[in-house]
DNA sequence: AAGTCCGCGGACCGTCTAGT
DNA sequence: ACTAGACGGTCCGCGGACTT
């Protein structure tokens, strides 16, 4: 098949998926639809919200994490009234800002602290849903738990040495030449091999493994300027900051929380 | 398919400063 | 003691092109 007829080909198949999907649009935006396959998923928690946040669609997995018995307690509630004070203004403001903007959020790694008080690591993606007149109508989102990495992997191995040396001297400055050394891949390949295995950037590894070192000191009496040279941070406010951007609050704010939550 | 290289845009860091 | 904003420099992540 020359060229021009494998391009003409695969042009005409876009053009099909295109109209079949069109024809499938009303299917696939259905909100009954969709709360059914996401039940599913128990790691995947899945919610669409209207333009004040509220949620209209939740699947199981949102409602076990909020402590609820029924989906149903969840509906018309933002994240205010479902999380703790702190953290679900941040996740409203968060939703409110993808609202206004009509732009996505994508992959941000998040510590997320549920109903029970255990922290757990997700992957968060946001995205504005448009009405017909393409205008921002709400938005839907998934967090995605951090799964345990693929150990079977061939390439598993190269980059435990990576992982040790991360878990070992997270409080020192670590660059990723250094890392790609260790495991004796290319910067490029231990990219990729940790995005595969560990389904995150050899930059957010190092974020959470120091964060978690972090939330673990916080919950003792240390200073937030010792604990953040302890975690491998020069300048306790990029501290701060990166914990806030992760965590949603600020570190002194999550001590506070953790303890009521203890008490 | 896997690996390498490169350039670009943006994220991140450190520093300084001001405010609480 | 801690948070937050501004700013400049550095580094990372990503995509594309090319090679093995």
Not at 52 to 73: F, I, M, P, T, W
Not at 94 to 116: C, F, K, M, P, T
Not at 142 to 167: G, K, N, T
């Amino acid at each position: 098949m020359s060229s021009f007829q494998t391009e003409a080909r695969s042009r005409q198949s876009v053009e099909w998926v295109m109209s079949a999907r069109q024809q499938l649009a009303h299917a696939l935006i259905d909100p009954f639809f969709v709360e059914v396959l996401f039940d599913q998923l128990s790691d995947v928690v899945f919610f669409i919200k209207d333009l004040h946040g509220r949620y209209l669609v939740v699947n199981d997995a949102l409602r076990r994490r909020c402590g609820y018995k029924q989906k149903s307690e969840l509906l018309g509630r933002s994240s205010l009234e479902v999380f703790p004070a702190e953290l679900g203004a941040i996740y409203l403001a968060q939703d409110l800002e993808v609202i206004r903007q009509g732009r996505a959020i994508s992959n941000r790694l998040e510590l997320h602290l549920y109903n029970d008080g255990v922290r757990g690591w997700c992957l968060t993606h946001k995205i504005p849903l448009l009405d017909q007149h393409s205008q921002v109508a709400g938005l839907a989102g998934i967090s995605r738990d951090l799964r345990m990495p693929d150990e079977a992997h061939p390439v598993y191995q190269r980059l435990s040495e990576v992982v040790a040396h991360i878990q070992r001297f997270y409080a020192q400055p670590l660059r990723l030449e250094d890392l790609a050394a260790i495991s004796h891949l290319s910067v490029s390949q231990l990219e990729r091999h940790m995005q595969r295995i560990f389904e995150l950037t050899p930059k957010q590894f190092i974020i959470k493994t120091r964060l978690e070192a972090a939330t673990r000191l916080l919950e003792g009496d240390a200073s937030i300027t010792t604990i953040a040279h302890a975690c491998g941070y020069t300048d306790h406010s990029a501290f701060s900051r990166q914990f806030r951007q992760v965590v949603g609050l600020a570190p002194a704010k999550y001590r506070e929380l953790f303890r009521s939550h203890r008490t």
